[in-house]
């Protein structure tokens, strides 16, 4: 199986930083698409940034300029380095993937990490 571990969640100050990273562990052939989501309470689960296996991100145009999505490849690790936070950004950050369980499998399986807690407050 696959797992997704988020970590470096916490309390922040509007205008701090912080950076969380997600670890993909498991049985696979490789990790496609990685990605950031968050989930505020009572609003739905959105799409933050995302970046390929080739190195192409993507980004909501809500974080632009303030979020950088990264990858290390070898360590099948995503970050997510958040600058100039606001207290609007305070949500439950998940971690997701495409992963490619075996290798000559055609499509990918998505995994979702259990997330971890941003809180943008002074």
């Known amino acids: 199986q696959v797992q997704l571990v988020e970590s470096g969640g916490g309390l922040v100050q509007p205008g701090g930083s912080l950076r969380l990273s997600c670890v993909a562990s498991g049985s696979f052939r490789r990790v496609n698409v990685m990605g950031w989501y968050r989930q505020a309470p009572g609003k739905q689960r959105e799409l933050i940034a995302a970046i390929t296996s080739g190195g192409t991100t993507n980004y909501a145009d809500f974080v632009k300029g303030r979020f950088t999505i990264s990858r290390d490849y070898l360590k099948n690790t995503v970050y997510l380095q958040m600058n100039s936070l606001k207290p609007e950004d305070t949500a439950v950050y998940y971690c997701?993937?495409?992963?490619?369980?075996?290798?000559?499998?055609?499509?990918?399986?998505?995994?979702w990490g259990r997330g971890t807690q941003v809180t943008v407050s002074s």
């Open positions: 997701n993937a495409d992963v490619y369980l075996r290798e000559y499998d055609t499509s990918a399986q998505v995994y």
